[in-house]
């Protein structure tokens, strides 16, 4: 089973940029997609953005497309998310796992992270 270790919040004035990255671990394939998700308190975990193991397919929310960009590293079995432009929307827990595309939802292969918290301040 695939495991990830999300790292990379913090606080950040709004307009700021942070970068937030994810270490997976066990198995993987080309086929895979390492995705980010975020909670809000007292919202639903929402996607964010994925990311195609081999290959260029990228995917991204509506709210964070042109401000955010998703890339990995295959030698480091990592993904990283670039966030700019940063609102105080976008505050919440940021989770990575590793899925793939279920119709429009995603299904995760293994167990979430604990998550990495980032708080923009207005």
């Known amino acids: 089973q695939v495991q990830v270790v999300e790292s990379g919040g913090g606080l950040v004035q709004a307009g700021g940029s942070l970068r937030l990255s994810c270490a997976a671990s066990?198995?993987?394939?080309?086929?895979?997609?390492m995705g980010w998700f975020r909670q809000a308190p007292g919202k639903e975990r929402e996607f964010v953005a994925a990311?195609?193991?081999?290959?260029?397919?990228?995917y991204y929310a509506d709210l964070v497309k042109g401000r955010f960009t998703i890339s990995r590293d295959n030698a480091k079995n990592t993904a990283y998310l670039q966030m700019n432009s940063l609102k105080p929307e976008d505050t919440a827990v940021y989770y990575c796992?590793?899925?793939?595309?279920?119709?429009?939802?995603?299904?995760?292969?293994?167990?979430w992270g604990q998550g990495t918290q980032v708080t923009v301040s207005s």
């Open positions: 066990g198995r993987t394939s080309s086929s895979y997609f």
């Open positions: 990311v195609r193991w081999s290959g260029d397919n990228t």
């Open positions: 796992a590793v899925v793939i595309p279920a119709g429009s939802s995603w299904i995760s292969l293994g167990s």
